[in-house]
T-cell receptor, first 114, second 113 residues
Framework: DVKVTQSSRYLVKRTGEKVFLECVQD?????MFWYRQDPGLGLRLIYF???????EKGDIPEGYSVSREKKERFSLILESASTNQTSMYLC?????????????FGSGTQLSVL | QKEVEQNSGPLSVPEGAIASLNCTYS??????FFWYRQYSGKSPELIMS????GDKEDGRFTAQLNKASQYVSLLIRDSQPSDSATYLC?????????????FGKGTKLSVIP
């Protein structure tokens, strides 16, 4: 089974802190994604990566950056956390080629910024 | 902005009934359509995909696609309490790359025993 592992299930940070959310997948998938999910707003794509060291902005990249130094690992960085970044963060991966849109999601990180 | 619209619900159906979930999308060039199920406190999981007009059946689930009307639906026959979840419609937009999906906000389904 594909496994997408997010490093923390719950995280509490202070405004202004630099926050790292880590995601690791074990199925050699080329594509990796970071979403945030908020009540009433649904799933929104922050960033995605289709290869090592490659990244593309999604719909809401402001205030975030990403890093993909290794194929299996995709990190989301909040440079200076703000209260409006309190949210559930979901990492996902998918294979390249064919109907590759099947996303495998991690269990999520609930981030609270105080 | 390419949009995917769903009724937020909640949609309540009695056990054993047919649940009908609907989704419309704005990008006429969209080619791939998906239904994800998300239980409370859990991550989304793919339950159906459909790529061409018509119906696609998988067990108790049927996905229906009408590209001319820009409409996709999910029917759940013989609904069970275990089907109670939020159902997310997702669409692959046209244009460069199929790397990203656009998700609707989801419809919450409650199946009443």
């Amino acid at each position: 089974d594909v496994k997408v592992t997010q490093s923390s299930r719950y995280l509490v940070k202070r405004t202004g802190e630099k926050v790292f959310l880590e995601c690791v997948q074990d199925m050699d998938h080329e594509n990796m994604f970071w979403y945030r999910q908020d009540p009433g707003l649904g799933l929104r794509l922050i960033y995605f990566s289709y290869d090592v060291k490659m990244k593309e902005k999604g719909d809401i990249p402001e205030g975030y950056s990403v890093s993909r130094e290794k194929k299996e690992r995709f990190s989301l960085i909040l440079e200076s956390a703000s209260t409006n970044q309190t949210s559930m963060y979901l990492c996902a991966s998918s294979p390249r080629g064919g109907k590759n849109e099947k996303l495998f999601f991690g269990s999520g990180t609930q981030l609270s910024v105080l | 902005q390419k949009e995917v619209e769903q009724n937020s619900g909640p949609l309540s159906v009695p056990e054993g009934a047919i649940a009908s979930l609907n989704c419309t999308y704005s990008d006429r060039g969209s080619q791939s359509f998906f239904w994800y199920r998300q239980y409370s406190g859990k991550s989304p999981e793919l339950i159906m995909s459909i790529y061409s007009n018509g119906d696609k059946e998988d067990g108790r689930f049927t996905a229906q696609l009408n590209k001319a009307s820009q409409y996709v639906s999910l029917l759940i026959r013989d609904s069970q309490p275990s089907d109670s979840a939020t159902y997310l419609c997702a669409v692959t937009p046209s244009g460069a790359g199929s790397y990203q999906l656009t998700f609707g906000k989801g419809t919450k389904l409650s199946v009443i025993p």
